[in-house]
């Protein structure tokens, strides 16, 4: 069994910060890579970052600059510093852990999603 669990959201004022906290537990090896997605309603959920275990990192355009992805290995925590909030960020924000091995192959696990809003 493999829990994936966020943690961090809320509600800020336009140009401030929230720093997200995503934990995998449980039967889990192989992580390849750890990312954080987001879903506003009547959207398609969509990338906002990613890393791999070997730290490289990716980020959607509308975050560049403002969102910094960041993750533990040892703790198989990852983060996601956010500043500058507008509220066209607004949504609710999931962590995602794809891990690779021979045995299982590639699978992904997703947490159960953190609301981040960001409204005067």
């Known amino acids: 069994q493999v829990q994936v669990v966020e943690s961090g959201g809320g509600l800020v004022q336009p140009g401030g910060s929230l720093r997200l906290s995503c934990a995998a537990s449980?039967?889990?090896?192989?992580?390849?890579?750890m990312a954080w997605y987001r879903q506003a309603p009547g959207n398609e959920r969509e990338l906002v970052a990613a890393?791999?275990?070997?730290?490289?990192?990716n980020y959607a355009d509308s975050v560049k600059g403002r969102f910094t992805i960041s993750s533990d290995n040892a703790k198989n925590t990852v983060y996601l510093q956010m500043n500058s909030l507008k509220p066209e960020d607004t949504a609710v924000y999931y962590c995602?852990?794809?891990?690779?091995?021979?045995?299982?192959?590639?699978?992904?696990?997703w947490g159960q999603g953190t609301q981040v809003t960001v409204s005067s």
């Open positions: 890393i791999t275990s070997g730290g490289i990192t």
């Open positions: 449980g039967s889990i090896f192989g992580i390849y890579a």
């Open positions: 995602n852990v794809e891990t690779r091995s021979v045995a299982l192959g590639r699978r992904n696990y």
